[in-house]
């Protein structure tokens, strides 16, 4: 681009105001938020255009901003919600707060401006269906449209939405920053703005895996608004970071070897976004070329290393052994087995990963504001990668825009921490959407081979499991996911005899890690097709199978667990979904039925300790601070119920703050385990408070612990506690066998204690929505020749868009879980367990045709795009 492209000007008019804004912009969206700093359309995609979530008025009609050239504008109008009227843009806040209609909230404002332009044009006559279609141009990861469109209704109709002030535990209080949220008034880490603030862009390997011969940063420092070029020889501390293993290099040096797509080379850092970004792309890298290792079976027995300083390509084993296997299959009447493999999916949180990161004006000690799932662990590898001591480096949570576990793992927060360090500037690093898709972790695939056995009434004598997950290139946590695959192997049921191994392998393929389930509905898809062959076998139905069979009190099992009375859940679930079961089925409907468990928690011998401070201050607000990560799940509203609960004050005068300055947290929020001990922490805090008669000024300190579980596999232990909580579902997926169209899904989840029953409703819908796409149409796959991801967009992952999404009805079971607070089981993960094999189970009613294979609807899904 020349210079004079770039001092050339457009003039139009923002939010009836007059601008004249530099036309070197890539798009509208550009202009708005980087030169005019209007952030309430947001990027999630830009300049792809298939998420929604940048969404404007040009010229009175909702367009895509960023695909909006600039010269499109010229002497037009453009308004974003910002030029809303005021009690117009009320309406819709409060209409999506009470109805729930949000959880990270990323995506509302787009949808927001797309609501008004079809309310504006069609009122009280706007039909439910044709918004969700209208919605085609828009996702939302979060909250499967559901109460979306209850919210878009609501204001089409003229309701008066009530908002439910905060009340105690139990209560359907209206989300924690809900209407700031849905006007985007609530910034993200990418929203901040700060005085000689620079940018950051990655420049990426070109190469799956290469040794790297020479890293020439000559022409990006030439390019006029380069501030600096930084590689791994400019890292003062160390160069290694990860949640378990230190074994993801932040950079590769020169000597060193890429070990997968997303692996980063050099930092640029600019005056401007574009200027980094144009610069990243001028760094020179020289390689030699190596053949990546893709194929996991080939991994096991390859004789090349695919990692950089790893000795084996085999990440982790976990197996156990109970009972005789052999003997009982000889006894069995029936046996089945069956081979099944499940896809690699990306998380599609609508907010890629961004960092800021402010040095303070004495260059002693630097600010980072993260979106990532455990601050305290960023602050730790950030202030190692930097050589200098944890005290040194503050993390500030900024609720992110969705996760699903895919920020577990540090994206570019070492990275702008270092640029900030070195210049002695604030520097902001933020992703772009392919970006995103290289650098984080995926969901497992996994291969399983299951062999199962029952007597002649259907109650299962045993299991045999054999599972290999491909973990890509660095560890994350993908010997966590393979481990905890092979503890929920055999689901909620009680088999007496059981044999199990998962193996986790390295390659060079998309590192895998945390995602929602987190190996538990791979391995549930798994054995709830085996129950229903099974069912075929002994001529009876798939509910009274699993009825026969599910885990109840004093039972043992899975690894040789000792049930205790939370397991309850899993016979209340099935009892509570039979009416519906009958129903679907005296309707000549083709059904599936999914029955599941899912642990909260991190269990396996992890000593779990987390804390909270509730502080009363002078000015009287009271500051509740925790360890964990709001991504939309509503921990802030957790903890800010928590407290009305047990203090009995009133609940606008809370401020959830989530830092680094007390030493809270421990370890990542992952495993539902926010709400469980984030619960607990806050609880003992407000007993800390009330024991001090609620001093001022004071921090009131609280602990929760989880320190009483045993590591899988552990000799010598017969009956080990893996977990100290699940959380259990049933789900009922219901296909009209004229058209094999899914008309609706019923799900009943016992959560042991709704702390926000409209929060709950809102995170099974979302979790139903994320299932569905899972069973169905999403992938992620990897090329095997260059082990590069072949998906590049948001459109081609498959996710389904709003007028795609059936019926959800839920139902909230309570069967609370002995010892936890207030019962509490958690709801996050659990939500898509059973969906998978309850899809499949419909679908084989339908057509006769048993899958084992996920997405069952993959080509189906590709031609409606």
Known sequence: MSEATKTQQIEFVVNGVPVRVRSHHPHLLSALRDELNITSPKDGCSPSGQCGCCTVFVN?????????????????????????????????????????????????????????????????????????????????????????????????????????????VGSRSVKYEAQQLALGDRGYVDDIRIDGMQHGALHLTSHARARVI??????????????AVFTAADI??????????????????????????????????????????EAA????????VLPPVTDPRKALTNEDIAVWKTESNILSTSSYSRGDVDAAFTQSTHIVEQDFSTQRIEHAFLEPESTLAVPSLDGSSVHVYSGGQGIWDDRNDIAKVLGIDNSQVTVELITNGGAFGG???????????????????????????????????????IEMSYKIGCNEAGEILALHVRALGDSGAYASV???????????????????????????????????????????????????????????KVGIDGWTLRRRNVIMPGMVWGPGQIMDDGCLGASKCLDEIKPAYDKARRDGKAIGLGLGLKNSGLGNGFKEITRAVVHFTHDGRIEVRHGWTEMGQGINTVAQQVVVHELGVDGSLIDVIVDTTRELGLGQTTGSRGTLMGAGAVQAACQAALAANCAVGVDHLGEYRVDWTTKLGDPGVEHPIIHSTFGYAAQLVVIDKETGKIE????????????????????????????LGYALSEDFPSDPITGYP????????????????????????????????????????????????????????????WRNKLPMRRNDASSEE
């Open 60 to 168: 009175g009609k909702a367009v895509v901003s960023c695909q909006t050239s600039l010269d499109k504008v010229s002497g037009g109008e453009v308004m974003t919600l910002e030029g809303v009227d005021e009690q117009e843009r009320q309406k819709y806040a409060h209409a999506f707060a009470a109805c729930g209609g949000l959880q990270c909230g990323f995506c509302i404002p787009g949808i927001v401006v797309r609501a008004k332009a079809q309310v504006d044009k069609k009122g009280a006559s706007l039909k439910r269906e044709d918004m969700a279609r209208h919605l085609g141009a828009h996702l939302c990861r979060c909250t499967g449209y559901v109460k979306i469109l209850d919210a878009i209704e609501m204001v089409a109709t003229g309701q008066s939405p009530h908002c439910e002030p905060v009340g105690g």
């Open 214 to 227: 020479n890293i020439d940063a000559t022409a990006a420092l030439a390019h006029p608004n380069v501030t």
């Open 236 to 277: 003062p501390g160390e160069l290694m970071v990860g949640i378990i293993y230190k074994d993801w290099p932040v950079m590769i040096p020169v000597g060193g070897m890429t070990s997968y797509a997303g692996d980063v080379l050099a930092i640029v850092v600019a005056t401007d976004r574009i200027s980094a970004r």
């Open 281 to 288: 792309q001028l760094v020179d890298v020289t390689y030699e």
């Open 407 to 445: 920020k577990e793992d540090m994206s570019n927060q070492a990275h702008a921490a270092l640029a900030a360090w070195l210049l002695k500037v604030p520097v902001k690093c933020t992703l772009s959407r392919e970006e995103s898709f290289l650098m984080h972790a995926k969901r497992h695939p």
């Open 478 to 536: 993908g010997m966590k996911v393979l481990e905890r695959m092979a503890g929920h192997a055999s689901g909620p049921y009680s088999v007496p005899n059981i044999n199990v191994e998962a193996i986790a392998v390295r390659t060079n393929n998309p590192i895998c890690g945390a995602f929602r389930g987190f190996g538990a509905n791979q391995a549930q898809f798994a054995m709830e097709g085996v129950l229903d062959r099974l069912a075929e």
């Open 744 to 771: 609706e899904v019923i799900a009943a989840h016992d959560v042991g204690k709704a702390v926000n029953p409209q929060l709950c409703e809102g995170q099974i819908e979302g979790s139903v929505h994320m299932g």
């Open 790 to 849: 072949t998906n590049t967009t948001l459109r081609s992952l498959g996710i389904l868009r709003a007028k795609d999404v059936p019926k959800i009805s839920v139902m909230i079971v309570e069967s609370p879980q002995p010892n936890s607070p207030y019962g509490i089981k958690g709801v996050g993960e659990i939500g898509l367990v059973p969906t998978a094999g309850a899809v499949a189970a419909a679908l084989y009613e339908y057509d006769g045709q």
